[in-house]
Nanobody
Framework: QVQLVESGGGSVQTGGSLRLSCVASGSFYNRYCMGWFRQAPGKEREGVARILSLSGSTSYSDSVKGRFTISQDNAKNTLYLQMNSLEPEDTAMYYC?????????????????WGQGTQVTVSS
């Protein structure tokens, strides 16, 4: 069983930065792949970044590529999302997610463990 707890959300102005954290507990094999997702009001949840825990290989959605960076500190069992050059369109609830062995994509249906979310609001 994996548990995920996000933190670091908040309110910033356009162009600002935030760093989200996700502390994970439980079997490493159940968090072989970890991702960040977001959901804005009235919109579908979308994947923004994912990382393979063993290799550190990353992937990003086109909407955040070049602005967001996903990283991990395995010693602290913590996943991060550094968000720079934030735009009002980035306003959403951000969720950390984990899955076991297998494919590692940005599809939410691939993931079986989710955190409670942390709100990010970007004002113009």
């Amino acid at each position: 069983q994996v548990q995920l707890v996000e933190s670091g959300g908040g309110s910033v102005q356009t162009g600002g930065s935030l760093r989200l954290s996700c502390v994970a507990s439980g079997s490493f094999y159940n968090r072989y792949c970890m991702g960040w997702f977001r959901q804005a009001p009235g919109k579908e949840r979308e994947g923004v970044a994912r990382i393979l825990s063993l290799s550190g290989s990353t992937s990003y959605s086109d909407s955040v590529k070049g602005r967001f960076t996903i990283s991990q500190d395995n010693a602290k069992n913590t996943l991060y999302l550094q968000m720079n050059s934030l735009e009002p369109e980035d306003t959403a609830m951000y969720y950390c997610a984990a899955k076991g062995m297998g494919s590692c994509s940005l599809l939410q249906s691939d993931y079986n463990t989710w955190g409670q979310g942390t709100q990010v609001t970007v004002s113009s």
